[in-house]
Every structure is written in structure tokens, then in C-alpha cells.
């Protein structure tokens, strides 16, 4: 899907390594990472799936945020649930 969206291989690879590790990063602990936002803005953004945190603010609808290649994380800035597309992650610390 990201290789598709980005309309090339190796970047399609490169981020979904960066996914990969921003999900550990998000399901373990607080996360530091950037994306761009529709807009074409930057983001930096602080959040968290750790399930002590994020479970209380659950409202779930039944549809994973996999199925449209996008990640949900609680930011824990703002205390709201936010997402991003896939390919649009820059960077994670």
C-alpha cells in the first residue's frame, strides 16, 4: 500500500520499517515523531497506544485504522486521538 501510494519500492520500504518502529515505540511507551499533516504542514507530535494511557479515551467503531493504511496514536499534548496515512511519516526519534 505505501510503496502504491508513494509510487516507489524502495520509499514504500523505507517507511514501512519507520511504522514499524514508531508502533513499538507508540504500543511501549510515549512516542516522538513527525508527519505531514493534509494540509502539506509538518507535525511533531508526542503520542501513545500504551494501554494504561490511551484505553480510557477508547471509542472504537469497530473498523481497524490498518485497513486504510493509517495509524491511530493518543497525543497526549491535546489528550485527542489522531492519525496519519503511512507514507506521509518523516521521521521517528
Given at each position: 500500500m505505501i510503496a502504491t501510494r508513494t509510487e516507489s519500492s524502495e520509499m514504500g520500504?523505507?517507511?514501512?520499517?519507520?511504522i514499524d518502529l514508531l508502533k513499538?515505540?507508540?504500543?511501549?511507551?510515549?512516542?516522538h515523531f513527525i508527519f505531514k499533516k493534509k494540509d502539506g504542514s509538518y507535525r511533531e507530535a508526542w503520542g501513545t497506544t500504551q494501554s494504561n494511557i490511551a484505553n480510557a479515551k477508547i471509542n472504537g467503531r469497530g473498523v481497524s485504522r490498518e485497513m486504510y493504511a493509517?495509524?491511530?496514536?493518543?497525543?497526549?499534548?491535546?489528550?485527542?486521538w489522531r492519525s496519519f496515512r503511512w507514507e506521509n511519516l518523516i521521521q521517528v526519534f
Open positions: 520500504m523505507i517507511k514501512a520499517m519507520m513499538t515505540k507508540l504500543a511501549n511507551g510515549i512516542a493509517t495509524t491511530a496514536y493518543f497525543d497526549v499534548e491535546c489528550g485527542q
